[in-house]
């Protein structure tokens, strides 16, 4: 886990966040052990932002990952950095468990993503064919 968490705060330093200054960084894990991290990218058109942990995760994706299994994010806050809902989500669809909240004063916190996301939506709560 300190490799995830190492990770995350180097993106964090790569954060782009002019407008709230309010640096993110975030890495996930693939099933190969593989590690790809994200920062937070922010756009005057504040509804184009992108979170560090969906940069992360996507990232993973677009390098042929579909199973992820640890995802670590900090940021400078009181108490260790927790995931937006819908980076909650986009983890719930790749199958992400464990979560490790930090804050650059060296707090962590573990949780599971069912304990972040209960009853999260996912492939079984669409319509059949």
Do not use: H, W
Not at 33 to 54: D, F, I
Not at 80 to 93: D, F, I, K, N
Not at 115 to 127: S, V
């Amino acid at each position: 886990m300190e490799e995830l968490i190492k990770a995350a705060e180097a993106a964090r330093d790569k954060a782009y966040a002019p407008y709230s200054r309010f640096a993110v960084g975030a890495a996930v894990r693939g099933a190969s052990g593989r590690v790809y991290s994200g920062c937070n990218v922010e756009n005057a058109s504040y509804g184009l932002t992108m979170c560090a942990e969906r940069v992360a995760i996507f990232k993973a994706v677009s390098a042929g990952e579909k199973s992820l299994v640890a995802l670590a994010v900090t940021a400078a806050t009181p108490a260790p950095a927790s995931p937006c809902g819908a980076c909650r989500q986009v983890m719930a669809e790749f199958g992400i468990n464990e979560v490790v909240m930090c804050n650059t004063k060296g707090e962590r916190r573990t949780v599971t993503l069912a304990a972040l996301l209960p009853y999260a939506f996912d492939k079984e709560d669409l319509p059949g064919e």
